[in-house]
């Protein structure tokens, strides 16, 4: 099986908005918008994606948050149309949401309105712990169990922290250890790093993570993918048995001159329970095409 992963689309759109909708966190992504973000994030970057994830022969595509940048309705709206693009349909694709798609609190309520059916979990995964948050999700593809968990809520000001919660890491726990899902490539997806000095930020990291750790540590997982930073980070979380590589893939929609940063999404082949191998592909704005990133640390297996 072959999975892209990819995140931090951050797709604007506008269209409708009045000045009275940004007395709130919004005016913040407003200035940001106006000085640096909506000048660097591209969204024919992501239709480009879109052609090439259509064209590669990829199995599952995986978006781990930040499809907007300020959770307006319009925004989902707007990146429903682009992800409704891709040949695989909501069954073969998975959304979640990251803190700019909760930029405020109706965010959530747009997220899961408008990308329902691209974050279900499925059918007999539903829990009956009596917490109606539906998270994590459970999606099994094939030899691939991706587990997703939403750790995006409205923070205060000036910050982009995100959190589990108990509740949804012994869900977590329960998922990974259930049987229908031995001998499967578990796939724990999120969008805030989990490991690494990231991760403990105070203002943009996961404040749960070492409790996170503890979940993977006593389950394992064949890989843990994340977004948030925009960066190609490789982490590893301890098991037992070995490690647990814990990846995160830069914006899909950035280009701004950086190399490092250009628009990239990642590529698993997996086997069995194992992810065998990765690599990322880069975005070329001026062939509006993307290819094998050769320039790419040597990727090695995840543990499981």
Not at 283 to 298: I, K, L, Y
Request: charged share 25%; hydrophobic share 40%.
């Amino acid at each position: 099986m072959r999975l892209a992963h990819c995140s931090d689309l951050h797709l604007l759109s506008l269209d409708g908005v009045r000045k009275l909708d940004f007395a709130n966190k919004r005016w913040i992504g407003g200035v940001n918008l106006l000085t640096n973000r909506g000048r660097h994030y591209h969204t024919e970057a992501f239709e480009d994606m879109v052609a090439d994830l259509n064209a590669v022969g990829v199995d599952h595509v995986l978006c781990t948050g930040d499809v907007t940048n300020l959770a307006f309705e319009q925004e989902f709206r707007f990146a429903r149309v682009r992800f409704d693009q891709l040949t695989h349909g909501p069954g073969g694709v998975t959304v979640l949401p990251g803190n700019h798609d909760a930029y405020v609190d109706e965010g959530r309520v747009h997220f899961a309105t408008v990308f329902a059916d691209y974050a279900t979990t499925d059918p007999g995964w539903a829990w009956d712990d009596g917490d109606p948050s539906p998270w994590p999700i459970v999606r099994v593809r094939g030899p691939t169990a991706i587990i997703g968990l939403s750790t995006s809520f409205q923070t205060p000001w000036f910050t982009a922290y995100g959190r589990c919660g108990e509740g949804q890491l012994k869900r977590l726990g329960q998922a990974l250890s259930d049987p229908r899902l031995a001998g499967k490539a578990r796939v724990v997806a999120i969008h805030h790093p989990p490991a690494g000095r990231r991760a403990t930020s105070r203002i943009r990291g996961l404040k749960d993570h070492d409790a996170f750790a503890q979940v993977i540590a006593q389950h394992g997982a064949a890989v843990v993918v994340h977004g948030h930073e925009h960066r190609d980070l490789r982490e590893r979380l301890p098991i037992p048995s070995g490690v647990v590589e814990v990846l995160g893939v830069p914006s899909g929609t950035y280009e701004a001159g950086k190399p490092e940063k250009t628009a990239r999404y990642r590529v698993f082949e997996i086997e069995g329970d194992q992810v065998i191998s990765h690599h990322l592909r880069v975005w070329h704005r001026d062939r509006r095409s993307f290819e094998r990133d050769d320039h790419e640390p040597a990727a090695s297996a995840a543990s499981a």
